[in-house]
């Protein structure tokens, strides 16, 4: 929709069709588990615009319950199935922009597809976690995934007074950090009432007239009223199957940073997408809303006549489990490892404002850095209150190609209400050179 | 005390003494205003480091109560007063570090001498205000100058419930600030409670038994028990008259990028000496804690040998005002209204976290470009709780030289509870592009 607006206020007479199979457009994702915890009051106050909106306003005419199941690349054409009529009808492109996102990974395990078990992804997956906690009043949640939408939902469900238990097969929490970073994380899920199992497998759902009653990992049984399911996301990409559109990094629909697929006239943008990555200096795959909507603009824009660019991501990402603040961005040690680039690394440990401030409280950062040439490659905040968006100075310093020394001498903010005197991301870039 | 740590750190027998004129060493005194407030219940947790701990724990001969009033350049000594003891001596230097900071303006109005009246800049100053309003209980209080002590102390005086006046003799408060933004501040300042009143000039003070009673502007009289005054600072460069150490911009103390002063084996750093601006491209002076630690840490390392270059300031500054967040980098465009830059300016009203989290609040982001190049000269901010630290990502690219297309494609942190999905900054920066 985010193209779509662009293209319309750049070219007023376009003609510009939009399928969507579900029900809602220009939605805010992210929201959801704050609107399941009763935080936000209404699902529609996550929805930035309604396609009524977009069809009365801006001329894009837009058709909900509406699903692309194929491409005719030779012809331009798509096949769509009109899900309310249950009908089926081909339409015509001059240029297409595949923008289908990204859903839940729901492995093949006995009795994940019962009632009370829910993965997020859509807005309408939301809304059926909030009527179903509204109707069942579930007192046992388990959450298996220790990802963003793992410890988001961890607190979403805790604000609503849930016993939770979260697996995880992984050692840690949160993959994109490191363990050092994710075991802070951990810990304080844990103190704040987490039941939080590391190391487990997911086995099986146990099942009582069709509906979910408890997960059986490798190691216990755990009794669950509503499961949610938090196991990661894969591209949307099946339309490509059976055309020349090429896919890429785990699936995700190969992109230039035009958002041109490997077919003349056909874009993709999104969650179903490819990006460049800045550091890592090759093709990555990040499902991310900001990513998302940059996607959108840089399409909106070409689509038009353009030229624009994306010219890529740092991994940046930032989330919260109650007052613990959560960011990275760039690359991580466990990503380095697995990499030839020699690096130092600096972890440390300071505070969100002036020590004598009401209100300042523990933050750590970890730096990382090119051995060599001193360049910063990554970065990964744990604190509380006024700590996670430091991540956007350490964002902004690897997209410039900073060395730890000129984040050193920057020439941040400093009052007591704030921060110390040298920044926390200051402090640990000093410990790098 | 920055530069001596360092330099004990280097070179561990090095004889290192310091003279210091008053009571204390390393201490914060942007905390004064919330020691005054009661918000910091003691005076002692605004000081880093003690004289005793210097002495004892890092070998740092400290003599407190020792004011240094003159340099012999040629042969290398300097005389000391001991203000206890009424006393004066010569003592003797291979290398010479002039550290004497910055002191409040005041004009010689008639009555300014009085009691009830002060300026803030020691610690010892900050500990006078407190003990006085203990004393006196002063109700009515006068604050002249609207920039960063004069908002800050208003906040303070107001926590105290006092009735707040303040005078500005400029159309506006925050001098570093464009007008328009200042006056979003100025707007809440008086929603608050403060009775603000611009455009009047100090005229003298009235005063009753060597005690200020009212405060007389040019346009009208106003009663004051305690009168604070904001009026500015100057360099301490007096030492240098007599000497061949040249000054510079306001009378700061000339140095180079490694902060030598023009006579050879003589240094001056913080708030007494100059900094080169790396926007304006030209010496400046900016009297901030963050730039005075900076330049310690590079002169103490110069002086064990060095070599280390202070690259320079962008003129980064933040504060607050109750819970509006103030915050500014880079040139205004008053600044550039000055020069023969060719600018381009935008001024965006945007929400600090996603509109439908709860506790989203207002932001106002104005950036500053250059015409031509498109790179980011300025940016200030205004709003509320966690709008302000944003600035770090325009002092960031700044110092990067990046262009405001570059700021859009930043992959800059995005959750519901911390931002909207185009961080404001980047929301600024698209109305550049």
Redesign the interface.
């Known amino acids: 929709m985010s193209a779509a607006s662009k293209v319309r206020r750049e070219q007023p007479d376009r003609e510009i069709v939009v399928f969507e199979r579900g029900r809602h457009t220009s939605y805010?994702a992210?929201?959801m588990p704050?609107f399941i915890a009763g935080?936000?009051s209404d699902s529609d106050?996550?929805i930035a615009r309604k396609p009524e909106v977009f069809r009365e306003k801006q001329n894009i005419d837009v058709r909900i319950n509406h699903e692309v199941i194929k491409i005719d690349v030779d012809n331009k054409k798509i096949e769509v199935t009109n899900i309310q009529e249950n009908s089926t009808f081909w339409e015509s492109y001059d240029e297409l922009l595949i923008a289908t996102g990204a859903s839940p990974i729901r492995p093949d395990f006995e009795g994940i597809g019962s009632d009370g078990i829910f993965g997020l992804s859509t807005l309408q997956t939301g809304i059926d976690v909030f009527e179903y906690i509204e109707k069942h009043s579930p007192k046992k949640a388990v959450i298996v995934g220790g990802g963003y939408i793992g410890i988001e939902m961890a607190e979403a469900l805790l604000d609503l007074d849930m016993k939770v238990t979260l697996f995880d097969m992984a050692p840690q929490v949160m993959p994109t950090m490191d363990k050092d970073m994710a075991d802070l994380i951990a810990e304080y899920m844990q103190e704040s009432g987490v039941n939080l199992y590391l190391n487990e497998k997911l086995d099986r759902f146990e099942v009582k007239n069709g509906t979910v009653t408890s997960v059986l990992t490798d190691q216990r049984e755990e009794e669950a009223e509503l499961v949610v399911l938090g196991m990661g996301v894969k591209p949307n990409a099946a339309l490509t199957s059976g055309t020349p559109i090429e896919t890429g990094v785990k699936g995700a629909i190969k992109v230039n940073k035009k958002l041109q697929t490997s077919v003349p006239g056909i874009w993709a943008a999104g969650d179903c997408a490819e990006s460049y990555h800045?550091v890592k200096k090759e093709q990555t795959w990040i499902a991310?809303?900001?990513?998302a909507?940059?996607h959108g603009l840089v399409a909106g824009i070409n689509l038009s006549g353009g030229p624009l660019e994306?010219?890529?991501?740092?991994?940046?990402?930032?989330?919260?489990f109650k007052d613990l603040?959560i960011?990275r961005?760039g690359l991580s040690e466990k990503e380095l490892e697995e990499s030839d680039i020699k690096y130092k690394t600096a972890v440390i440990e300071s505070r969100t404002r002036?020590?004598?401030?009401?209100g300042s409280d523990k933050i750590t950062v970890k730096l990382i850095s090119e051995e060599k040439s001193g360049k910063v490659l990554g970065g990964q905040i744990v604190g509380f209150t006024?700590s996670?968006?430091?991540?956007?100075?350490i964002?902004?310093?690897i997209?410039?190609?900073?060395t730890a020394q000129?984040i050193?001498?920057?020439?941040?903010?400093?009052?007591?209400?704030?921060?110390p005197?040298?920044?926390p991301v200051q402090t640990a870039a000093r410990r790098l050179v």
Chains 1, 2 share one sequence.
């Open positions: 805010s992210c929201g704050y935080q936000v106050q996550l800045l991310l809303g900001t990513v909507n940059k994306f010219p890529g991501v740092c991994g940046t990402a930032i989330t919260k603040e960011s961005t002036s020590g004598y401030y009401p006024g996670a968006k430091r991540i956007d100075t964002a902004t310093a997209t410039a190609g900073m000129n050193v001498d920057l020439d941040l903010s400093y009052a007591p209400p704030f921060s005197v040298w920044d």
